[in-house]
């Protein structure tokens, strides 16, 4: 069955960056692109940005061009997000979620809290 | 990229049908057949019920259903179950591999 592990916690300083990373497993790797989504405290959804995980091409929201970088590794099957400048409003936790028919997100990793404060 | 637009909360009695609107714009939700319906439950990750409008994944129930009309989109929920209680979210395609969500509907069930 498809598989999204995520990485632990983190908790960050303003301007400093933060990396998770989305382990996938039951599925072909390549075969299926990969979403960013967080949600802040008490808000809703939003999309951040996906990758196509065959030939490593990202689209990003525009809220987050230039400071966002999302990457993968088809060794291990493992994509990363990459958050950098951080400040309060950066506080969420951060989905990834497979792309699945129609520009859906059809398998949800379980969320990692990132928590930005001085 | 804004984004799309829901009622903020939503109620109806068991066994009663609720529809929860999604207005978008001509350039995501009226331009494209890709729009998709979660479901999230307090501290737990999105659940995908709805996608390309009205189709269900498996082990979705049919209670679940969508439609799109213009700009606005909607998941109707049929026959109210007490575990329908939960925040709603869609989702559109808005071209050049951008997607958009909603804000989210807190459905009540009565």
Do not use: H
């Amino acid at each position: 069955q498809v598989q999204l592990v995520q990485s632990g916690a983190e908790v960050k300083k303003p301007g400093a960056s933060v990396n998770v990373s989305c382990k996938a497993s039951g599925y072909t790797f390549t075969s299926y692109y990969m979403n960013w989504v967080r949600q802040a405290p008490g808000q809703g959804l939003e999309w951040m940005a996906i990758i196509n995980p065959s030939s490593g091409d990202t689209s990003y929201a525009r809220k987050f061009q230039g400071r966002l970088t999302v990457t993968r590794d088809t060794s291990t099957g493992v994509v990363y997000m990459e958050l950098s400048s951080l400040r309060s409003e950066d506080t969420a936790v951060y989905y990834c979620a497979r792309n699945g028919r129609s520009a859906s997100c059809d398998n949800w990793g379980l969320g990692t809290p990132v928590t930005v404060s001085s | 990229q804004s984004a799309l637009t829901q009622p903020p909360s939503a109620s109806g009695s068991l066994g009663q049908s609720v529809t929860i609107s999604c207005a978008g714009t001509s350039s995501d939700v009226g331009n494209y057949k890709y729009v998709s319906w979660y479901q999230q439950y307090p501290g737990k990750a999105p659940r995908l019920i709805l996608y390309e409008v009205s189709q269900r994944p498996s082990g979705v129930p049919d209670r679940f259903s969508g439609s799109k009309s213009g700009n606005t989109a909607s998941l109707t929920v049929s026959g109210l179950q007490a575990e329908d209680e939960a925040d709603y979210y869609c989702s559109s395609y808005a071209g050049s591999n951008i997607r958009v969500f909603g804000g989210g509907t807190k459905l009540t069930v009565l």
